[in-house]
């Protein structure tokens, strides 16, 4: 059985035509290939099948009466039977054409256009502070040689000498309930009732052409990686010039060599000598806001963080806030010692670690640590 076509735009039986108009360009945008992938195709066509319909008076009125007319075996009849039907003339003209007055119009020359898909790929401090990114993309645009009217010297349409402007022919035809008028699409204007006299050479009547153009995307300060960004009438330019549709712009965040995104706070790692991270030190490190300067404390130890607030993302719903900066600290204990260099150590140890006679062990980190080995651990095992 063939959907309800108000069930699929999602629209009531009173619905106006600014109404369902305004249900297909969602629904339209939703089940896009493009946009919704190519599982959602069928579902795109029955979305325009449903807006062929209703969008047309004499089809909804049709429609409505308990004929489809996009069912090419001549839809069916609600199960009340005849009553209730509306003007009988519009069943049978779905059968039997222009003969009972029930033959679709002519095709506006003029349609909406498309949405498109694209993506970006910004890097990480156009994330944090926004930006414009530049992409190129391939679709319809609006002919500029005649502006998108499809006629080479802007003349208007003039009705076609076949269909006499109704965009479709008649011709009576023999069956068996004897002869019948049938109506197709007239083959001379393809069904619009009009005839561009002096086609444009460079669109061929269409008012529109492939063309690859650039397009700048302003990025957001805050975004997140595989973001979606709309921007409206940017897509695919419809036949006749018609308005265009709304393009899509999925954005990658690039991988940084310096940084690692969590949130809205940034990570880096930072290799000190062991003697900084014993005795402390004051060390310039680089981030998106120029250099700024750390202190590393006096016994840091392995993987120890010091954080620069506010230097981190932009938070996207705190204006003006962003997170924070976080430098993990690696200490660089040395792999080989000469005499004098070993025997400063082993002195430092005796001193030092004298009582470490044995390691403390427990299924939880030790009070006010990480739950890691101390630096000087590391150390102890770096020279064994």
């Not at 990686?225 to 010039?241: K, M, P």
Request: proline share 5%; net charge negative.
């Amino acid at each position: 059985m063939a959907a309800d076509y108000y069930e699929v735009l999602g629209v009531e039986r009173t619905a106006s035509e600014d109404e369902i108009k305004k249900a297909y360009r969602k629904m339209s945008r939703k089940y896009h290939p493009d946009i919704a992938g190519p599982e959602f195709e069928d579902k795109f066509k029955e979305v325009n099948s449903a807006y062929d319909v209703l969008s047309d008076p004499d089809k909804r009125r049709m429609y409505d009466s308990g004929v489809d007319p996009n069912d090419p075996n001549g839809g069916g009849f609600p199960s009340g039977g005849f009553s209730g039907m509306g003007d009988m003339g519009d069943i049978f003209g779905q059968f039997f054409g222009g003969a009972f007055g029930g033959a679709q119009g002519p095709t506006p020359r003029t349609q909406p256009g498309r949405d498109a898909l694209a993506s970006a790929s910004i890097d990480l401090k156009t994330a944090v502070f926004g930006g414009t990114a530049h992409i190129k993309i391939n679709t319809f645009g609006l002919c500029q040689q005649c502006s998108g009217s499809g006629s080479a010297d802007g003349a208007a349409p003039k009705p076609c000498p076949q269909c006499h402007g109704q965009g479709f022919t008649q011709k009576v035809v023999r069956t068996m309930l004897g002869q019948m008028m049938t109506s197709a699409p007239c083959e001379r204007c393809e069904g619009h009732g009009t005839i561009i006299e002096n086609p444009c050479p460079q669109c061929m009547g269409h008012g529109r052409v492939r063309t690859t153009r650039s397009v700048g995307v302003s990025v957001p300060a805050g975004i997140t990686d595989n973001a979606r960004l709309r921007l409206s009438h940017q897509g695919e330019v419809g036949e006749g010039g018609g308005a265009a549709g709304d393009l899509y712009v999925d954005i990658r965040i690039k991988p940084d060599k310096q940084f690692t995104r969590d949130g809205d706070d940034l990570h880096c790692w930072v290799q000190v000598p062991m003697s900084w991270a014993v005795l402390g030190h004051d060390l310039d490190i680089e981030t998106f806001d120029g250099m700024r300067t750390i202190s590393v404390p006096e016994g840091c130890q392995q993987d120890d963080t010091v954080a620069l607030k506010g230097l981190g993302v932009a938070r996207v719903r705190q204006q003006g806030e962003r997170g924070d900066l976080i430098a993990h600290i690696a200490v660089r204990v040395p792999t080989k010692l000469d005499e004098h260099e070993r025997q400063l150590m082993e002195e430092f140890a005796a001193s030092h670690d004298a009582d470490a006679s044995h390691v403390a062990q427990s299924s939880k980190p030790a009070a006010g640590g990480s739950g890691r080995k101390g630096f000087f651990s590391k150390l102890k095992d770096a020279l064994s």
